[in-house]
């Protein structure tokens, strides 16, 4: 099994990421699992000796069923945040490269996972509508609407202090 970029250190958590976007039809494609209240975008922790395009293509295809190809890096996201699930009571440190997919021209996928909080399973939401759910990273709502066309670096601090 490999092993993710992901180490503890004390009561401080940190991962490097790489998630995807996906939008079909005006809508974009998030999980969700049986534990968390939320929404979250599709990706996966980057494993050791793996590039960030490498894992984000493996992680589409675990989580959807579907083959995607990546279009372009989109966002760079800096994350600090309290950890909840499986990381409760961390303090997070998360780095993560969002790739815009191409899309296929439908929405279709064929999956039914499992990730560490339990079963998951993936949503469409309208991104006009994504304001009105419980969505992460938050910056979706805003940034989705009109994509930039070069690489956004986005810094979210929900934590303010991480000691090691």
């Avoid at 939008?23 to 975008?41: K, R, T, W």
């Avoid at 994504?130 to 929900?158: C, G, M, N, S, W």
Wanted: charged share 25%.
């Amino acid at each position: 099994m490999e092993k993710d970029c992901c180490f503890t250190e004390g009561s401080n958590w940190f991962r490097y990421r790489a998630a995807a976007i996906i939008i079909e039809e005006g809508c974009v494609l998030v999980a969700g699992n049986e534990v968390a209240n939320y929404y979250y975008s599709i990706g996966g922790g980057v494993q050791l000796g793996e590039t960030a395009e490498q894992a984000v293509v493996r992680e589409v295809f675990e989580e959807t069923g579907v083959h995607y190809d990546i279009d372009r890096l989109a966002f760079i996201h800096e994350n600090f945040f309290p950890g909840d699930g499986s990381i409760e009571g961390f303090s997070c440190h998360e780095i993560a490269f969002y790739f815009l997919m191409k899309p296929r021209g439908k929405k279709q996928v064929n999956s039914t996972g499992y990730c560490t909080e339990g079963k998951e399973e993936v949503y469409w939401i309208p991104i006009d509508e994504l304001a009105k759910h419980a969505v992460f990273p938050t910056f979706y709502a805003e940034k989705l609407r009109d994509l930039p066309q070069v690489v956004e670096h986005i810094v979210a601090k929900e934590v303010d202090t991480i000691e090691f």
